[in-house]
């Protein structure tokens, strides 16, 4: 397994592996015209422009040139997170999740922040996420803010 960069090719696998993961896991937690909302920024076309903007981190994880996981930030915000099912509990999305605090780290800010949905809540939390509020809903997307200092 190895993680790189994203790459404009990897999009659509990308694109795939985001809503096969949502739908399952995040789809069934939110409120009516959350999943509508969802597709509105996350759908191939705007994974394309975020390919584009030089603030964006955005790393995959692959085993044999197959995309199993998938991770997204902008300065200290992290915004998708998604590691295929088959994948899952075998430390990808750790070594995702280490990789983008590295370059968070780098880059000089002392915390990171998520709008974790609700079902990624215990994966934050064993990374040393804290919640910061209560649960939230914008336009029927249900998140928990969650923020994690940098030492």
Do not use: C
Not at 11 to 21: R, S, T
């Amino acid at each position: 397994m190895r993680i790189r960069k994203l790459e404009k090719k990897d999009a659509p696998e990308v694109q795939k592996l985001i809503m096969k993961g949502f739908m399952k896991f995040v789809a069934p937690t939110l409120k009516k015209g959350g999943v509508e909302e969802f597709s509105k920024y996350n759908n191939l076309e705007k994974l394309y422009e975020r390919l584009e903007d030089p603030e964006r981190i955005l790393y995959i994880a692959e085993e044999k040139y197959k995309i199993i996981g998938y991770i997204e930030a902008r300065n200290f915000h992290m915004s998708l997170f998604f590691v295929d099912e088959k994948w899952m509990k075998k430390g990808i999305g750790k070594q995702l999740y280490k990789k983008v605090e590295t370059i968070i780290k780098q880059k000089g800010y002392k915390y990171i922040k998520v709008n974790s949905a609700l079902s990624a809540i215990p994966v934050y939390t064993k990374f040393g996420f804290k919640k910061i509020t209560g649960i939230q809903e914008k336009n029927g997307v249900v998140y928990q803010p969650m923020r994690k200092y940098l030492t």
